[in-house]
C-alpha cells in the first residue's frame, strides 16, 4: 500500500512538473506573440497616417490614385507577412507546449 501512494505522489508530481513546464512555454510564445501584433499595428498606424498626409497633399487626383495604390498594395503585402509570421509563431508555440507530454504519451498503452 505505502508503494502505491509513493508511486501516486511522484506521478502527481510529474504531472505537475510537466504543466508548469507547459505553462512557461504558452506563456512565452503567447508574450511573443502579443509583441508581435503591437509593432504590427503600430507601424500600421504610422504608415496609414504617412500616406493620409501624403494623399491630403497631393496636388493632382493621379498623383492622390498613385498614392492610394501605392498605401493598399504595401498594405496588403505587409498583411500577409505579418500572417505568415504570426502562424509560424503559433505553429511554435504549439510544437513547444507539447514537447513535455511526449515522453508521456510515448508509453501510454494505445493500439497496443
Request: hydrophobic share 40%.
Amino acid at each position: 500500500m505505502i508503494q502505491n501512494i509513493d508511486e501516486i505522489q511522484k506521478l502527481g508530481k510529474d504531472n505537475l512538473d510537466l504543466a508548469m513546464k507547459s505553462f512557461g512555454t504558452v506563456s512565452k510564445g503567447v508574450q511573443a506573440i502579443a509583441v508581435e501584433v503591437a509593432d504590427y499595428s503600430k507601424k500600421s498606424f504610422e504608415e496609414g497616417t504617412a500616406a493620409a498626409e501624403k494623399l491630403f497633399g497631393a496636388k493632382t487626383l493621379d498623383k492622390a490614385v498613385e498614392i492610394q495604390s501605392d498605401y493598399f498594395k504595401n498594405s496588403y503585402e505587409s498583411f500577409v507577412a505579418q500572417a505568415t509570421k504570426i502562424g509560424e509563431l503559433y505553429a511554435d508555440l504549439a510544437k513547444e507546449s507539447y514537447k513535455p507530454y511526449e515522453g508521456i504519451l510515448g508509453k501510454l498503452p494505445i493500439g497496443k
